[in-house]
């Protein structure tokens, strides 16, 4: 019986264990995208959620439940809250848009030149 050695017996294993190291980072994990559509949708739920001020007769429409705390109103505080809430709003909604057609750029590409990824 003939055997045969190798000189350096690791190395076949050092190799392998690379490679799948390498198609481990190289795929894109599911926390990506997870992360991507979270700040989608926080943008969007803070939006759905968020108390909008209404505007009647060219003037902004106070909440009852506000005014009846009894404690003193600043229009100009109701305004800037109501503007902060809605940048922040935009801000991660349009960063979740960004980061979404860029996480699937190919696909979109690929969806648009009318050709099949196969």
Known sequence: MSTTTSLFPHHSEAATHSRAA????SQPSFLVPLAIWSVFL?????QL??????IA???????QDLVHTGTP????AL?????????????LVLAGAV???????RTLLLSL???SEN
């Open 99 to 105: 980061g979404l057609a860029l996480f699937y750029r």
């Open 49 to 54: 959620f968020s108390p909008h001020l209404q």
């Open 22 to 25: 390498a198609s481990r980072f």
């Open 113 to 115: 030149s009318g050709k």
């Open 73 to 76: 109103l600043d229009p100009h």
């Open 42 to 46: 926080i943008g969007l739920l803070l």
């Open 57 to 63: 007769h060219d003037s902004f429409v106070i909440p």
């Open 79 to 91: 305004v800037q809250k109501e503007r902060i809430i809605q940048s922040f709003s935009g801000i």
